[in-house]
């Protein structure tokens, strides 16, 4: 299965070391392979390395796309935690 | 932005001996205030633990990011060191740590941080600098293969 969303990096630090570290942690819970693609930059979401090159700044788009059998679960956490917790940051 | 706008040769230091994540950070903090005087290590190490209470650095593969804000800082000044032996530092995947590239940013700058931290994980994903910086002997070696 193979899902993916564009959502917008709402936390106003973006995707800082500590927010791609959250990230990666979460993707591992997963089978699911989960790519960030932002222009022409991708990024696996193994790599904190990798989504930290792709200097995502509060207000851009990023792609996530999810490939798995829990690829809808996984697409749906990272969702939750880009957007709604925003990267569990104030602001 | 380059590695050597930030990072100067002083505070590139190969192979020193850290047997803990504690004493790694101490001499983070020491080398940066050796760089700048006016920086006290207990501030500097304060900042760093500050950080760390909020998660590990570690973000895999044996490489730390260990950063830190600091008051009265005018420039975001970097210190590379690698150790010896690997260090338990809590990373990620729960692998040691042996290459320590530490970052600090003039409190209230978080922002226009991203590029910065853009740059210094280009080089440190790419897997001939870390060859490179796995096997240099001594700091001019080190401080040659994060820069060229």
């Known amino acids: ?91 | 932005m380059e590695i050597k706008d930030i990072l100067s040769p002083d505070c590139t230091h190969c192979a020193v001996q850290g047997t803990s994540k504690k004493r790694i950070l101490e001499i983070i903090s020491q080398v940066v205030s050796d760089h700048l005087p006016s920086l006290e290590p207990s501030l500097i190490l304060s900042s760093l633990l500050c950080r760390e209470k909020m998660g590990s650095t570690g973000i895999g593969n044996g490489i730390a990011i260990p950063h830190g804000r600091i008051e009265g800082l005018e420039e975001v000044v970097a210190a590379l060191i690698t150790s010896d032996t690997t260090v338990e530092f809590d990373a990620i995947d729960n692998k040691p740590v042996d290459i320590f590239f530490a970052i600090f940013v003039p409190e209230g700058q978080a922002e226009g941080h991203l590029q910065t931290l853009a740059m210094i994980a280009g080089k440190l994903n790419d897997k001939n600098t870390i060859k490179r910086i796995r096997s240099a002997r001594g700091n001019v070696q080190l401080f040659e293969a994060i820069t060229q």
């Open chain 1, 1 to 91: 299965m193979r899902v993916e969303k564009t959502l917008t990096i709402v936390n106003k630090l973006g995707l800082h070391a500590r927010a791609a570290t959250q990230l990666v942690k979460l993707a591992q819970t997963f089978d699911a392979e989960v790519t960030l693609v932002q222009g022409n930059k991708q990024a696996s979401a193994n790599s904190v390395l990798g989504l930290m090159m792709l200097e995502s700044s509060q207000g851009k788009e990023v792609t996530v796309i999810s490939e798995g059998h829990d690829a809808n679960e996984a697409l749906k956490a990272i969702e939750q935690l880009i957007v709604e917790k925003r990267f569990n940051e104030k602001e």
